[in-house]
């Protein structure tokens, strides 16, 4: 394959925002991190001033403090649910991305294949986590973490074979054809054309799949299944009245969450940073 056909390829996309309208101005880098912080301080601020002095929060609201001890104090049992819960969202999210990739390959390739799995993804889409899960949870066992697992790797799948499949289509015929006429193989072909397009979508796909693996693995964890995990110590201490310690375990939550999206998020910046200009 000549040098001159790489050169004439398309640009891959370019990341939300790059392309302002005249007058619009970035916002500086400091500020998309200060702006968070001082929204949540704020929040933190108002959550105190409601339950320590004013005395009138729901019983079931504890003050942020009391949270934060709880939440020092059992940290290690914390942190042992919190594994448990990020291995069957991680799980879910790798094999649910994997298996995206390849149905959505399929789809791209043959047009019989996209119209037998348009339905299929539609009705995964609309499926409820919460009427689905106790039926698997019960089919695999009370002792199995497959069924949260299973429920975290539908959660995924959806939108990264989605973002997958738009990103392969993203190519133009003009820009194969060239790629053909340039005596360049099937595989010089998905590495210089179809592989650098498709890349940001794949990315923004993870990072969405990332939370709802999360999300996917902490609901399934309130219908059955083993006894361990976030969302089961949630359902047990807040039936029990223990608010403080219930709410300690949706920080371990919040956290797990906050780590998948960073990673995610960043993995998202680095493949579009290098992806050709």
Do not use: C
């Not at 969450?257 to 992806?275: C, D, I, K, N, Y």
């Amino acid at each position: 394959m000549t040098d001159a056909a790489t050169t004439m390829l398309p640009a891959a996309p370019t990341p939300a925002g790059a392309g302002r309208g005249p007058g619009e101005r970035e916002l500086p880098g400091w500020l998309k991190w200060v702006a968070p912080v001082v929204v949540g301080v704020l929040i933190l601020a108002i959550w105190i001033f409601w339950v320590d002095v004013l005395g009138t929060a729901p019983r079931m609201l504890p003050s942020p403090i009391a949270i934060a001890e709880e939440f020092v104090r059992r940290f290690p049992i914390i942190l042992d649910d919190m594994m448990i819960t990020a291995t069957n969202a991680l799980i879910g999210l790798v094999v649910g991305s994997l298996l995206a990739l390849l149905f959505a390959g399929l789809a791209a390739a043959a047009k019989p294949v996209d119209g037998m799995l348009a339905p299929l993804v539609s009705a995964l889409a609309v499926i409820p986590i919460v009427a689905i899960t106790p039926i698997l949870n019960t089919m695999f066992g009370a002792s199995s973490q497959f069924g949260r697992q299973a429920v975290a790797t539908i959660a995924a799948f959806i939108p990264v074979f989605v973002n997958v499949l738009r990103g392969l289509r993203q190519t133009r015929p003009v820009h194969r054809d060239l790629l053909r006429s340039s005596a360049a193989s099937g595989w010089q072909t998905f590495r210089v054309l179809t592989l650098p397009t498709a890349l940001p979508y794949l990315m923004t796909g993870l990072r969405i799949a990332s939370s709802l693996a999360v999300i996917a693995a902490l609901v399934a964890e309130y219908f059955g299944g083993p006894a361990d995990g976030i969302g089961t110590a949630i359902a047990t201490y807040a039936k029990s009245g223990r608010a403080a310690l219930a709410w300690a375990y949706v920080l371990g939550g919040i956290i797990i969450g906050l780590v998948f999206f960073l990673v995610t998020s960043l993995l998202e910046r680095l493949a579009t940073r290098r992806s050709p200009a």
